[in-house]
């Protein structure tokens, strides 16, 4: 089972600032990595497929990069409403396994 | 708008059983795989069963195989989770998915199932 592993734990960031996220794979996943945001009580939203690759109606503030064991999510512009639990998920191998989240905090 | 709405969850002693729902709408339900993900109290997203748009195919985690089953009912566009011989350690939120090419496009709120004495 290939083992994601996601850095920090917490990330305090000031609205209107950048915000970056890291995803390590144990094993390379190629760019079978997808990446959520999940609030307290709602469904997670699909943000990024395919490393890189923004889902219907997200905001272009999202990018993702990375390929191999390293990725990375950034938000810029950070929003009120982007403060939230982040998740990545590699989708190259059965079973399909996720990190265990950036909780993003308001600074 | 894409909707996804678990039912079913409560609590349950060790050993028993229950049943979830997830009611779709605003897609095509028959047109697409559907998996079933949980997350447990302070731990991170794990999957747990997908089906396939007919139901020929199925699969599951190894924690859960030999006591959950995941069905679906495209004319009701409904997919289900029979879970059976429950444990202290099934307790967590579950979700319903739309599985699209590896990655879960849209999902459900979750439905929270505790399992205790």
């Known amino acids: 089972e290939i083992v994601m592993t996601q850095s920090p734990a917490t990330l305090s960031v000031s609205p209107r600032e950048r915000a970056t996220l890291s995803c390590r794979a144990s094993h390379d996943v190629i760019s079978n990595l997808a990446w959520y945001q999940h609030k307290p009580g709602q469904a997670p939203r699909l943000l990024i497929y395919?490393?890189?690759t923004r889902a219907t109606d997200i905001p272009a503030r999202f990018s993702g990069s990375g390929s191999g064991t390293e990725f990375t999510l950034t938000i810029s512009n950070l929003q009120s409403e982007d403060f939230a639990v982040y998740y990545c998920q590699q989708y190259n191998n059965w079973p399909f396994t996720f990190g265990q989240g950036t909780r993003l905090d308001i600074k | 708008q894409v909707q996804l709405v678990e039912s079913g969850g409560g609590l349950v002693k060790p050993g028993g059983s229950l049943r979830l729902s997830c009611a779709a709408s605003?897609?095509?339900?028959?047109?697409?795989?559907m998996s079933w993900l949980r997350q447990a109290p302070g731990k991170g997203l794990e999957w747990v069963s997908h089906i396939s748009t007919s139901s020929t195919y199925t699969d599951y985690a190894d924690s859960v195989k030999g006591r959950f089953t995941i069905s679906r009912d495209n004319a009701k566009n409904s997919l289900y989770l029979q879970m059976n011989s429950l444990r202290v350690e099934d307790t967590a939120v579950f979700y319903c998915a739309i599985y699209n090419s590896g990655w879960y496009s849209y999902w459900g709120q979750g439905t929270l199932v505790t399992v205790s004495s």
């Open positions: 395919g490393a890189s």
């Open positions: 605003g897609f095509t339900f028959s047109d697409y795989y």
